[in-house]
């Protein structure tokens, strides 16, 4: 997108369907999704936000700064949210407290499926996008990781609707998210990581993001590693070893 230089160098394709986002170490992928978000809704597109991680009023304020209004989408329907941890908080006879933990997985994806009709009925042109952040928060639930990777290909199975497309993100700090990180891998068209810089904390660099596909046959998609520079309103990429040429310039 013109004027964005993090999505600039994302270069999302057409064919990145199945987009996954992972977030290695300390790091914090949400300035990934929010300008995935701000894209999706600049070319009209519509969108089922799975908050598993921070509040509905952290999208919406971020968002604001990014210029889009998450709550005008969502009263214009062009936006729907499922939380499944707010859920919980105001109902002890959610669905997400079964003792059964694939039931949890399946409530889940049932809630998902009806968003996502409802946002494709009458909508003839453009894309729904199904964003989930985060996905590694089903095993605070105590969900199996057999579950959580029947869930990945329940969503992955609405992917085979070409109108519907998949952005999920999920932290890696154990060996069971690092099973989740795998399955996403092997499914996606793109996939995200980004990590802290391996040499520590630095004023000039807030860290790397590496871009892979791994099925692309055009070389020049299929792998590129930038540093960032994470700032209030935006980010600012760039090859590594260049920034400070791009912070001073």
């Known amino acids: ?12 394709q057409p064919s990145d369907r199945i987009i996954s986002v992972h977030e290695n170490g300390l790091s914090d992928t949400n300035f990934i999704i929010t300008n995935l978000m701000k894209k999706i809704f600049s070319d009209n597109g519509k969108i089922c936000l799975v908050i598993v991680h921070h509040t509905l009023g952290h999208y919406h304020n971020v968002l604001k700064r990014l210029g889009q209004d998450f709550m005008e989408k969502f009263r214009n329907g062009f936006a729907t ?18 003792s059964d933990k694939e039931w949890i997985v399946k409530s889940l994806f049932l809630a998902i499926s009806d968003k996502i009709n409802k946002l494709l009925d009458g909508y003839d042109d453009g894309q729904v996008y199904l964003i989930i952040d985060d996905l590694s928060h089903l095993t605070d639930l105590g969900v199996d990781i057999k579950f959580i990777s ?17 952005v999920i993100n999920c932290h890696i700090a154990d060996s069971n998210d690092n ?45 590129s590693t930038l540093h960032y520079k994470a700032y209030d309103r935006e980010i600012k990429t760039f090859a590594p070893g260049e920034s400070i040429y791009h912070l001073y310039k």
């Not at 499944?84 to 006879?93: E, Q």
């Not at 029947?150 to 998949?166: G, K, V």
């Open 179 to 223: 099973i989740i990180s795998n399955c996403l891998r092997y499914v996606s068209n793109l996939v995200i990581d980004v990590s802290p810089l391996k040499t520590g904390i630095s004023h000039e660099v807030t860290g790397v993001i590496a871009i892979t596909r791994p099925h692309s046959t055009e070389l020049l998609l299929r792998n």
């Open 81 to 98: 949210t499922i939380e499944p941890l707010k859920d919980i908080a105001t109902n002890t006879n959610s669905n997400f407290l079964s």
């Open 150 to 166: 029947a869930f990945i290909n329940y969503c992955i199975n609405l992917a085979q609707n070409e109108r519907i497309s998949l």
């Open 1 to 12: 997108m013109e004027g964005n230089p993090l999505l600039t160098a994302l270069n999302i």
